[in-house]
Antibody, heavy 123, light 108 residues
Framework: QVQLVQSGAEVKTPGASVKVSCKAS????????MNWARQAPGQGLEWMGI????????GYAQKFQGRLTMTRDTSTSTVYMELSSLGSEDTAVYYC????????????????WGRGTLVTVSS | EIVLTQSPGTLSLSPGDRATLSCRSS???????LAWYQQKSGQAPRLLIY???SRATGIPDRFSGSGSGTDFTLTISRLEPEDFAVYYC?????????FGPGTKVDIK
């Protein structure tokens, strides 16, 4: 079945880093872009960046440049999102979301979402 | 950077009512890259509409999208109990893939 399964909740102290995983199944992993978005408590959605699993090329929102890293492991169909220098403002639910099929639709809308991973930053 | 504005912030309606949600862009965008999502409390968003007017797989035909340029609309023809949620528009034609702030549709 087509799905994205994310890793579990994390609690981090300020200044630490967090790495969240997103395992894809049920479709050809390297054919679709993958995005990460986040949602702070009671707030809206914020796009963070995109990765092209076929060649690992990435694009990040300017806000996260320098502290966001997206990687992938094609052997396990998993993408990773690592955010460093965490502050309390990074407390949020982090989602991976499948984008478009590269050959046919480019970046694409987000048609498949993981359930989200709650990252709490607290001293 | 494209900035999306949604109105109203909250829409209070009854089941069976028609809902009209607005999404306005700070500059003209290609409608091919405008999407709408539904998010219920505690759940991940769900894609409803892509390309401004195409329904995603499995989305009931009471949901429809329209618009072009800077003004886009999501219409729910007759609200079902499960439609009370928050709705976001998104532009995915250029980075950053901006989301609007959302419209909450709640029960009157």
């Amino acid at each position: 079945q087509v799905q994205l399964v994310q890793s579990g909740a994390e609690v981090k102290t300020p200044g630490a880093s967090v790495k969240v995983s997103c395992k894809a199944s049920g479709y050809t992993f390297t054919n679709y872009y993958m995005n990460w978005a986040r949602q702070a408590p009671g707030q809206g959605l914020e796009w963070m960046g995109i990765i092209k699993p076929s060649d690992a090329s990435t694009g990040y929102a300017q806000k996260f440049q320098g502290r966001l890293t997206m990687t992938r492991d094609t052997s396990t169909s998993t993408v990773y999102m690592e955010l460093s220098s965490l502050g309390s403002e990074d407390t949020a639910v982090y989602y991976c979301a499948r984008g478009g099929e590269m050959i046919t639709s480019g970046w694409g809308s987000f048609d498949l979402w993981g359930r989200g991973t709650l990252v709490t930053v607290s001293s | 950077e494209i900035v999306l504005t949604q109105s109203p912030g909250t829409l209070s309606l009854s089941p069976g009512d028609r809902a009209t949600l607005s999404c306005r862009s700070s500059q003209s965008v290609r409608s091919s890259y405008l999407a709408w999502y539904q998010q219920k409390s505690g759940q991940a968003p769900r894609l409803l509409i892509y390309g401004a007017s195409s329904r995603a797989t499995g989305i009931p035909d009471r949901f429809s999208g329209s618009g072009s340029g800077t003004d886009f609309t999501l219409t729910i023809s007759r609200l079902e109990p499960e439609d009370f949620a928050v709705y976001y528009c998104q532009y995915y034609g250029a980075s950053p893939f901006t989301f609007g702030p959302g419209t909450k549709v709640d029960i009157k």
